[in-house]
């Protein structure tokens, strides 16, 4: 070694001698001589104990005669740079300073240093093993007396190679073999699934030319090497699905990425896509088997996927594979039959993508606060409408990943019963669902997804808020795979429970219309165009009318005052029929006598009716529209809030009340159209008597002087109904048509409540006059 500076002055070390150094312990930088030691100086004569610092021998001295060092002080001891120094500013020197880990103490820290570590030894991957077409890495096994390694991984070099397992790997989840270092491990997942698929394409290699002959060499070595490995596993898998049974430990080797399988969710049968599979565990730590699935959902604007986990506990033996909570959809009893009914039930919930007013015999359910379904029996007439779940369920609102279509949409006109949008509103309804893809299109294909796939799980939309409805015009239409994975779900409003519900796409059913409800409805002709003009206008002609400021003054509200039973709620009943679209009628259970939540209840209320065109009908208005007074804050906040809220709504509201005169003024300028129902007619009741006597199934023996005597009778609508509903009652009983002794004798029965009735009129009237 070089030569440290000394204090005695020495320059060099004769020949012949060996010199020691010592640090100064004052001055670390320095140096002093220790001893000077002749060559037939012995080990145990260098009685050297403290501070070595290096030692010249100039060959007189053998280094293994040297003492040890002396351990490192505590003090950093100062890096020495043997090049000169510069003058260059931090960061400035061209070029890089390598460190390197040093020695690792128990657990695993270590210290940075300049100097390579000295046990590096050359990389066992390098020029020479680049030109073999396989490499197999092992390891040790332990606890297996049947083998001392097995295999680590394995690395496909031969280019050859990759281009055949390009064809045999195609769309499995993770897997590019295209790549130019393609590895596998673990279970080898990848190999094992396409195992028959990669014996079939070996197969088929020709030995026509000399690449082919090399492709078939190269990929008979993998085969050789993975059955050396796996070939009991393989056996043993291949021999339970032949006989469709399969043990847990082994349900790995049944799942394969990108496979459709079939399971059950809410009891409605669904097909979905397999994304992947693992062994874990429950949240109560029982061993399951897990399995993420994607299937296609509606988020109100766009199809896209949507992931789901389900799981297989953990069970002892062989199971029959049809018999597991999600299995290949091939494995299925009926397997073309099922995949034909998915398909046809994924084109109807196309078809009922975007509002739409449609009946519905089955159950609802929705979440309730504790996290459980709530179930309802739901039999009469709902609203699909995805959007508007979002819009007033958050906290459970449908957002899905969007995928690209290769095919555009298609824009026809919309299909009977689906709900038209208000002009300027929404444009995006007025579509028929999209027509089967074109020949050539691939059904396997769940469309190609564009950059990030969305798999953010934290339950929100993308960009945080949900698309406009507008952009629903770009939806190209579903492919036969898609619609095979659809939801059996569709979100929407029942009009009979008042609640927003999950319904299942078998249960819903076309509307039987009551195509004669609007020419039964006894009122004067004149009168009941009106109406109907003014309605339907209103509908096609929204955004015409405005006021000064937008928005405001749009609607069209129309108040039927009048005695009760002549007519005035089946008024709004039949005018909803008659355009078919939904009647929503609201009463004062609906909003609560609250002012701080009937003002927002009542908005929702507003704004659905407006979004679907809908009919609104405030029964007994008189309870939220009666005069304000000095003494009734309460009352007079309920009244402001409606007067605030109604001019701003924009769809057709009636008001039904027999107590007009109780209506606040400030009503009366809010009110386009005031109809007053006077009490039935003669001709008027004779008409109610035939239509509800010929709308029966049941016959009847009424004569026209019998029904002329009862005309005679001074009755409403609704008391006439009644009668004829237990006089049928009655004829039931005795198995008899009904005649007129039935309908005699349920007046006498019931007519003393009207007689009553009218007496108490008669006398309030007499003490007013």
């Not at 969305?454 to 339950?459: E, I, N, Q, V, Y």
Request: net charge negative; with cysteine.
């Amino acid at each position: 070694m070089a030569n440290p500076p000394i204090d005695d002055g020495a320059s060099s070390v004769p020949d012949g001698q060996a010199v020691l150094y010592l640090a100064d312990e004052q001055h670390p930088d320095r140096v002093l001589v220790y001893k000077r030691v002749e060559p037939s100086t012995s080990a145990d004569q260098l009685k050297i104990t403290n501070g070595l610092k290096g030692a010249s021998t100039n060959g007189a001295l053998p280094l293994s005669l040297l003492p040890a060092p002396f351990p490192p002080s505590t003090k950093e001891p100062q890096v020495q740079d043997d090049e000169p120094a510069e003058d260059v500013k931090p960061g400035m020197k061209t070029g890089l300073h390598n460190l390197y880990s040093g020695k690792e103490d128990k657990k695993g820290r270590y210290q940075w240093q300049d100097k390579i570590p000295d046990d590096l030894g050359d990389p066992a991957e390098n020029d020479k093993t680049a030109k073999w077409a396989l490499i197999v890495r092992k390891i040790k096994v332990y606890n297996d007396p049947s083998r001392v390694l097995k295999i680590h991984s394995i690395a496909v070099q031969s280019p050859l190679l990759k281009k055949l397992l390009v064809d045999v790997l195609k769309n499995y989840p993770g897997v590019t073999a295209g790549l130019q270092r393609l590895e596998f491990g673990g279970r080898f997942e990848p190999l094992i699934h396409r195992w028959q698929k990669l014996q079939t394409a070996i197969g088929d290699i020709g030995d026509e030319t000399e690449e082919d002959r090399t492709t078939k060499s190269h990929a008979e070595l993998l085969m050789d090497v993975l059955t050396g490995e796996f070939k009991t596993l393989i056996e043993t898998s291949q021999d339970m699905i032949a006989k469709r049974v399969m043990t847990y430990e082994l349900l790995w080797t049944l799942f394969q990425p990108g496979a459709t399988v079939f399971t059950r969710t809410d009891g409605q049968e669904a097909a979905m896509i397999l994304q992947e599979s693992k062994y874990g565990a429950d949240h109560k730590g029982n061993p399951v088997y897990w399995i993420t699935c994607k299937y296609v959902d509606w988020d109100g604007t766009k199809f896209g996927i949507q992931k789901i986990n389900h799981s297989i506990p953990a069970y002892s033996g062989t199971r029959p594979i049809n018999q597991l909570r999600v299995f290949p959809i091939d494995y299925h009893h009926e397997a073309d039959a099922l995949r034909t009914r998915l398909t046809e039930r994924g084109a109807k919930a196309e078809e009922l993508a975007g509002p739409n007013y449609r009946a519905y015999r089955g159950i609802g359910w929705k979440y309730n606060s504790y996290g459980t379904k709530d179930k309802f029996d739901v039999n009469g007439r709902i609203v699909i409408d995805t959007y508007g779940w979002n819009r007033f369920n958050p906290t459970y609102a449908v957002f899905v990943t969007p995928f690209s279509q290769k095919n555009k949409p298609s824009l026809l006109p919309p299909p009977p019963g689906h709900l038209l949008p208000p002009p300027g509103l929404m444009n995006f309804h007025s579509r028929l669902p999209p027509p089967l893809p074109p020949p050539g299109c691939g059904d396997d294909d769940l469309g190609d997804y564009d950059g990030y796939t969305g798999d953010d799980d934290s339950g929100m939309p993308m960009d945080g808020h949900f698309a406009a409805e507008e952009e629903a015009t770009k939806q190209a239409p579903l492919t036969t795979e898609q619609k095979l994975i659809c939801s059996p779900l569709l979100r929407g409003y029942s009009l009979k429970t008042k609640m927003w519900l999950n319904f299942f796409v078998n249960s819903v059913h076309e509307i039987e219309w009551q195509e004669k409800a609007f020419d039964r409805l006894v009122l004067p002709k004149n009168q009941k165009e009106l109406i109907l003009g003014f309605t339907e206008s209103q509908r096609k002609f929204r955004d015409s009318f405005d006021d000064v400021i937008e928005g405001k003054g749009r609607g069209m509200i129309i108040l039927l005052c009048g005695p009760p039973g002549v007519g005035k709620t089946l008024t709004a009943e039949s005018v909803a029929e008659e355009m078919k679209v939904p009647l929503y009628m609201m009463s004062a259970g609906d909003l609560g006598l609250d002012p701080r939540r009937v003002e927002s209840k009542l908005q929702g209320i507003l704004e659905m009716c407006t979004r679907w065109n809908a009919v609104l009908l405030l029964d007994e208005a008189d309870v939220f529209l009666e005069q304000r007074s000095l003494h009734e804050l309460e009352r007079n906040k309920l009244v402001s809030i409606f007067l605030r809220v109604l001019e701003y709504y924009e769809g057709t509201m009636f008001l039904t009340t027999n107590r007009v005169s109780t209506f606040d003024p400030a009503f009366q300028s809010r009110i386009h159209i005031s109809l007053d129902y006077p009490e039935l007619s003669l001709e008027s009741r004779e008409t109610v008597w035939k239509n509800f006597l010929e709308s029966s199934a049941q016959d009847h023996t009424i004569t026209k002087s019998q029904l002329k005597s009862l005309t005679r009778m001074n009755l409403n609508g609704r008391q006439i109904k009644n009668i004829l509903k237990i006089a049928r009652l009655l004829a039931s009983r005795h198995d008899e048509k009904l005649n007129h002794e039935h309908i005699i004798t349920t007046l006498e029965v019931t007519q003393h409540l009207h007689n009553e009735t009218q007496f108490a009129e008669r006398t309030r009237g007499s003490l007013y006059h």
